[in-house]
DNA sequence: GCGCAATGATTATAGTTTGTAATGATTGTC
DNA sequence: GACAATCATTACAAACTATAATCATTGCGC
């Protein structure tokens, strides 16, 4: 009697795989839409820091996404290359990289938005309205029981969960 | 005008970005129980499905995983090294290794079965059971309508979707 | 005002992880 | 009995990461 050397040890998945599950089917839709516009996630979140609040340095930035300078300045580099934002010198410190989004960078901010209310609805397509409503509920409920800040995903650098029981 | 350079564009999250993060967080936090064990996620993959049925091939296991037969030797070579399984000659194929799991193979993936019970209940600590089900309701109803395949995990070697609105 | 530690950005570098291609052994087929 | 196909392995190059060294600039103590 070993146990479970046989079938499937459970049969309905529990919430824990079912969210990490769904979570990442979410994550890489969207993704998918970010590499439309020719953007990597974290090219995203930079880009939606600099619109936040333009003129900080790239090592403030960096330390808000929990990146090294030394990939700061590579992330930086492609979305100037891209047009996105520039450098611009600091006349109180000569030493700082103050960013700032171009006019093209706002219009991609824009479109980021409206490809993220796209991916919204699409994820949730198979949801009622009231359903959508009671889901966010549970799961604005878990992220404050389990400790996670609002609105910051907690996966700028990392990998994930695969499989599992 | 430009719209949204000011505050925050969405105050309240949507159900996309709450599932990629809490998803992520139950991703880390089952990863770093399996890593108590010593075991990487996909070390957890391949010994279910050893688990699940003995005596398969490398190349076999790989495709269900995704994965190269280059990078299955690296894996069977670290499962082998921990003495969870063993590489067995088929005698109806020389070419083929045939993979079985050991007695501490067995005992480790009751082990991941157990650490994964608590994981569930640790991450769902903070609903009420009837929540919980309805979570788990509204997940499965999405795995059905998004097309994925219930109980196989997106993301052996993905990475991930950071931030986002 | 001078010397020097500290800071922001950058570059150099090494470690890790990944997939692709070449190799070797074995099988099945014509 | 030769030859293409298959399984496993090894060799190798590409992508990505963090750490440390470098350079310019700033702020401070004296």
Known sequence: MGADTS????????AAFLLSQVGMHSSRLWRERMGELGLDPRHVVLLRLVGAEEGRSQLALGNQMGLPPSRMVAFVDELERLGLLERRANPDDR???????????RQTLEAVMKMSAEHEKELTSGLSEPQVKRLRHLLSRMVEEQGLTPGVHPGVSVLDGPKEL
Chains 1, 2 share one sequence.
């Open 7 to 14: 079938g499937d040890h459970m049969v309905v998945p529990g």
């Open 95 to 105: 030493r700082v990289r103050a960013l700032y989004l171009t006019a093209k960078g």
